[in-house]
């Protein structure tokens, strides 16, 4: 969707603006982001195609940049829910422990569960999304907007969930009931263990 903006036409007074606050020659080629180098005008050609081809590849390897850092965060998330609840169901400790024990338990759960619902909520807005365009006027434009939005379409069709590893992690509210399900386990695990 970035890319789309920065390719949408600006109006002149817009062209003024950026021209002024960038200090850039041709202020009509932007990025994806708003890139603005002091020694350099990144409008100019040779910068500007540089700059298009290192955003547009790391646009494209950031999920696999991020699938270590999910991968952490899973995990940790899964040991911190296991290790709470045992320490939780222990009937010898004190107090003060078991608030704290409880407090990281709400903390990790809350902080885990907005992570999962924000992937359930670009789904649903994904789904609002292809539901506008379908009850649009669309038949009524051209013929190569009609295409184009063919394309969007087909796009729209498949879930948009957060997913790493090449699918082996889709983060949704159901992952999140797993993690609680397999914290849990663990916890009953332990205990006939001790016993």
């Known amino acids: 969707m970035m ?5 949408a036409p600006l109006t002149q007074e817009e062209l003024e603006i950026r021209r002024e606050v960038f200090r850039t020659k041709n202020p009509e080629r ?25 955003l547009c590849y790391f646009a494209l390897k950031l999920n696999d940049l991020m699938s270590p850092v999910v991968f952490m965060i899973v995990i940790g998330a899964n040991l911190t829910f296991s290790l709470c609840l045992y320490e939780l169901t222990l009937n010898t400790i004190s107090k003060t422990r078991l608030f704290k024990f409880f407090v990281y338990l709400v903390g990790m759960g809350v902080q885990y569960f907005t992570f999962c619902d924000c992937s359930e909520l670009v789904d649903t807005y994904q789904d609002m999304f292809r539901l506008s365009i379908l009850q649009s006027d669309w038949h009524s434009i051209s013929t190569q907007s ?3 939005l063919c394309i969007v379409l087909a796009q729209l069709q498949r879930p948009c969930h957060f997913r790493f590893y090449n699918g082996f992690f889709v983060v949704s509210r159901a992952f999140f009931l ?10 009953n695990f332990m205990r006939i263990r001790n016993l």
């Open 178 to 187: 797993k993690v609680v399900k397999t914290a849990y386990t663990f916890v």
């Open 30 to 54: 932007r990025h994806m982001v708003n890139v603005y180098f002091y020694i350099v005008d990144e409008s100019e050609s040779w910068y500007y195609e540089f700059i298009w081809l290192f």
């Open 146 to 148: 009609r295409r184009d």
């Open 3 to 7: 890319a789309m903006d920065a390719l």
